[in-house]
């Protein structure tokens, strides 16, 4: 309370004369001797709990700028937001009381001179034309719990304990926590959330003529309420704006210009802005209340919003309907962006969060697998087979297939990597141990949707076989961003603000080289554009780490990029699972991940990383992978230091100069049949089995054509021919087919040349 609004109020108003101020006295000293009597009974009564408790307060979300996003009610079901008097500005307090009780400062927590004023005009008129309750009656009303409630013993009760609160408690101190519970009407409890909602604008910015219309407002909230009959309201208003003139507290200059000052009450839209992202944060509040900032920048997801509605409009002829899209700053791990959706008030599944939704992530995992090799001793330049294989599982065989169903042979690891190559993915997972090592490492990295064991998965993990969400797997992205350090995601700001936020959490997952040479090898245009094409999508102009993946039958598309500071997710799709028309990652979410990346970089500045101590750059056979002594015909690639590629060797070539390639080539190589590899002595010598494994178990499946017919595929130094004395073996375009049966089969294949035999033993099931 400043000084001249204390001297303001100490003026004592003009008092009335003649008979009537002989009548206000005997009243007045029939009210002191009735409250003395009173008086003995005072200290029995209790002030009511809920006036002794702070003012409940609602929680206000705003963006990391102070923009408000949501408001969530208090648990009366009402918006509050309590704040100190010395916050209220002064005008408001002044309406305040010129509305309601002009003498606070003047009596004991009981107006005599309003009680008999009410009194006198009700006998006058046979009814109630006005109130003579004070600021402390009202205020132990409101928190008396009564209600409409008011016998002439709840308002006894209620008196004494005004007196009582006004003897214990400071002037102040009950105007503070009186103006902080009025009821003003739209669910609006406290002048601060009233003149934000009304005005827009924080308290301390009301205007005088704003600040009288707000102090009107408790009198009859629903009957003043300015969004429903202004003209009401601006009579209260000038009644307000009267007495303060009369009591002194407005100047006639003040006064005019308050009355014409006009006043927008405008359908005041409650703020609803980043809907999913708000969604999640009232989810996660955990007790949250009053203003809290979020991560959030308002103004980036709107960029985000308004691209993804491009992007998804451009899309639309291909039965795409929706989508997301994350943003997270990488060293605090805070979300920057969080869009749920194209259109959050769309009738069916516009409230559908994509980035908490749980959907098939397809290739987008693998770079875990391949950074799990790394740190097993693989290189980038470590040779891969991309060639037909299969891998027993206890519902069958699991027969991965590449994107465009054909085989590559040899692939480095590099190549593999960066072209998405599915098979050589499956294999070198189960080179490594299968498919526990993948689901801990994803399980480090924040991802809570690996519910089952790791052998429910299976090799097929690596490949997307299980559901992610989008934002635990950007921010797993993020990990690989940090060099192999988890920071959890943050959505508030004051947990990415607080010294205690990062230490019990963050950890390294994975080691710093390895997850450097990941990012070298997603960020590498000419690495991946055998498969993607030297102008993708994924060529955005400045160094950027991008995976895409697509699911199954096109039901979902994502792409995830990484700079040293952001890392960014999308997801592309329909929420009810449907698939779209051949739209993959590269062509669906990719245009939008590239737009982003190239606002992010204008907008906030990416950089890229220094090359560690310990990685060195050496010459390889850009085949084989092995280190040349000369460059000629070699091509660069980057090592840890302490897994370096072994160099070549005349034993790496047969006497033609032909690349000498191992076993698990064999069916490819009779199948492809490329230039300038070959067998080992060995190995072409060998009677091999490709289909089936010994001791596989296949199922029969009715609404599965030709799965009653098995594929029989073996190599060795002549023809082979195949035997079975209880399944019929037939011939389709040169490839031997086993008709099945529900049983257990033996199966033999004769090699012509060698006179070699193989026998094994498969199980057939019926569904």
């Given at each position: 309370m400043?000084?001249e609004?204390q ?8 008092r009335p ?5 002989r009548?206000?006295r ?6 002191v ?6 008086l003995?009974?005072i200290?029995l009564i ?11 307060e609602?929680?206000e979300l705003?963006d990391?700028n102070?923009v408000l ?9 009402r918006?509050t937001r309590?704040?100190?008097l010395e916050?209220?500005?002064q ?11 002009k003498r606070?400062?003047?009596?004991p927590?009981?107006?005599p ?5 009410a ?16 600021i ?17 013993w709840i308002?006894?009760?209620e ?7 006004d003897a ?8 503070e926590?009186?103006?902080n519970?009025?009821?003003y009407g ?12 009304y005005?827009d604008k924080p308290i301390a910015?009301?205007s005088?003529?704003?600040a ?13 309420n ?7 309201a601006?009579?209260a ?6 007495r303060?003139?009369h009591?002194?507290?407005l100047s ?5 210009h308050a009355l014409?000052?006009?006043?927008d ?13 708000a ?6 509040a955990?007790?949250r ?6 991560t959030?920048d ?8 308004e691209?993804?509605r ?10 795409v ?6 943003i997270?700053?990488n ?7 969080l ?12 409230q559908v ?15 875990f697998?391949y ?21 027993p ?11 465009d169903?054909?085989?590559?042979g ?5 190549a593999a990597?960066?072209?998405?190559l ?5 294999r070198?997972?189960a080179?490594?141990g299968?498919?526990?090592a ?12 690996l519910?089952h064991?790791?052998d429910y998965?299976?090799l097929g ?8 969400r989008?934002l635990?797997?950007?921010?797993a992205?993020?990990?690989l961003?940090?060099l ?17 936020a990062?230490a019990?959490?963050d950890?390294r ?8 040479l990941i ?10 554009s ?7 999508s994924?060529?955005?102009?400045f160094?950027v ?17 990484f700079?040293?500071?952001f ?8 929420f009810?699972?449907?698939?779209m028309q ?5 062509t669906g ?8 990346f ?9 950089t ?12 390889i056979?850009?085949?084989?992978g092995?280190?040349?002594p ?27 100069g032909?690349i ?6 064999t069916?490819w ?8 590899f070959a067998?080992?002595?060995?190995a072409?010598n ?9 001791g ?13 017919r098995?594929?029989?595929?073996a190599?060795?130094s002549g023809?082979?021919s195949w ?11 040169g490839?031997s087919?086993?008709?099945l049966?529900?049983?257990?089969h ?6 012509s ?11 057939v099931?019926?569904m």
């Amino acid at each position: 309370m400043t000084p001249e609004l204390q001297r303001d109020i100490a003026s004592p108003p003009r008092r009335p004369r003649g008979h009537l101020v002989r009548a206000l006295r005997v009243i007045a000293i029939g009210t002191v001797v009735a409250a003395t009597g009173i008086l003995a009974v005072i200290a029995l009564i209790p002030l009511p709990p809920a006036l002794l408790q702070p003012p409940a307060e609602s929680l206000e979300l705003t963006d990391r700028n102070g923009v408000l996003l949501r408001e969530r009610l208090d648990e009366g079901n009402r918006y509050t937001r309590p704040i100190t008097l010395e916050q209220i500005p002064q005008h408001l307090v002044l309406a305040t009381l010129a509305a309601e009780d002009k003498r606070f400062f003047h009596h004991p927590g009981i107006d005599p001179f309003a009680i008999a004023r009410a009194a006198f005009g009700a006998a006058r008129s046979g009814r109630i034309v006005s109130g003579g309750s004070t600021i402390t009656q009202q205020l132990v009303k409101i928190t008396s719990g009564t209600g409409d409630r008011r016998t002439p013993w709840i308002k006894l009760v209620e008196t004494i304990k005004a007196i009582k609160t006004d003897a214990l408690w400071p002037k102040k101190r009950v105007l503070e926590a009186y103006l902080n519970r009025l009821d003003y009407g739209n669910l609006r409890i406290g002048c601060a959330a009233a003149a934000r909602f009304y005005f827009d604008k924080p308290i301390a910015d009301l205007s005088i003529a704003e600040a009288a219309q707000l102090a009107a407002l408790p009198r009859s909230p629903s009957r003043l309420n300015p969004l429903r009959d202004p003209s009401a309201a601006r009579e209260a208003q000038e009644i307000v704006l009267e007495r303060m003139l009369h009591n002194g507290w407005l100047s006639q200059r003040q006064y005019l210009h308050a009355l014409g000052e006009p006043i927008d009450p405008g359908a005041r839209r409650i703020a609803f802005r980043a809907p999913h992202f708000a969604d999640l944060a009232l989810a996660n509040a955990n007790g949250r209340s009053g203003r809290t900032a979020t991560t959030l920048d308002l103004s980036l997801n709107r960029f985000v919003e308004e691209k993804l509605r491009s992007r998804l409009a451009g899309l639309g002829h291909k039965r795409v309907s929706n989508g997301g899209a994350v943003i997270i700053d990488n060293r605090t791990g805070e979300v920057l962006s969080l869009v749920g959706s194209e259109n959050y008030f769309r009738p069916g599944a516009g409230q559908v969060n994509a980035a908490t939704a749980r959907r098939s992530p397809g290739s987008a995992l693998k770079p875990f697998t391949y950074l799990l090799a790394i740190q097993r001793g693989y290189t980038a330049a470590s040779l891969l087979a991309d060639v037909p294989s299969e891998f027993p599982t206890p519902t069958g065989m699991f027969r991965p297939v590449n994107f465009d169903r054909s085989f590559r042979g040899p692939v480095r690891l590099r190549a593999a990597l960066a072209n998405s190559l599915n098979v050589p993915a499956v294999r070198l997972l189960a080179a490594i141990g299968g498919p526990t090592a993948l689901a801990d490492a994803l399980k480090s990295c924040g991802l809570t949707t690996l519910e089952h064991d790791a052998d429910y998965y299976g090799l097929g993990l690596t490949i997307g076989n299980a559901e992610v969400r989008l934002l635990e797997l950007a921010n797993a992205y993020a990990c690989l961003a940090r060099l192999g350090i988890y920071r959890p995601c943050r959505i508030f700001r004051d947990d990415a603000d607080s010294p205690k936020a990062h230490a019990p959490v963050d950890h390294r997952v994975f080691e710093a080289d390895s997850a450097w040479l990941i990012a070298n090898i997603l960020n590498d245009d000419f690495a991946r554009s055998p498969s993607f094409g030297p102008r993708s999508s994924l060529s955005i102009g400045f160094p950027v780490a991008c995976k895409t993946g697509t699911s199954s039958d096109f039901r979902d598309n994502w792409a995830f990029g990484f700079t040293p500071e952001f890392t960014v997710g999308i997801w592309i799709g329909n929420f009810d699972g449907s698939p779209m028309q051949g739209v993959s990652g590269a062509t669906g979410a990719a245009p939008l991940l590239r737009d982003i990346f190239r606002y992010l970089r204008q907008s906030r500045g990416t950089t890229w990383y220094a090359t560690p101590a310990h990685i060195v750059t050496m010459n390889i056979h850009p085949v084989t992978g092995k280190r040349m002594p000369r460059p000629a015909g070699g091509i660069a690639e980057h090592f840890i230091a302490r897994h370096l590629p072994p160099p070549e060797s005349p034993s790496d070539y047969d006497s033609r100069g032909m690349i000498i390639l191992g076993d698990e080539y064999t069916a490819w190589l009779r199948d492809a049949r490329p230039q300038g590899f070959a067998l080992s002595s060995d190995a072409r010598n060998r009677l091999s089995i490709d289909s089936p494994h010994d001791g596989a178990v296949y199922y029969l499946d009715p609404d599965l054509p030709g799965s009653d017919r098995l594929p029989l595929r073996a190599a060795g130094s002549g023809t082979i021919s195949w035997h079975s004395d209880t399944l019929p073996i037939e011939s389709q375009d040169g490839v031997s087919l086993a008709r099945l049966s529900v049983g257990r089969h033996q199966i033999m294949a004769e090699d012509s040349a060698s006179g070699k035999r193989t026998r094994l033993s498969i199980e057939v099931r019926g569904m």
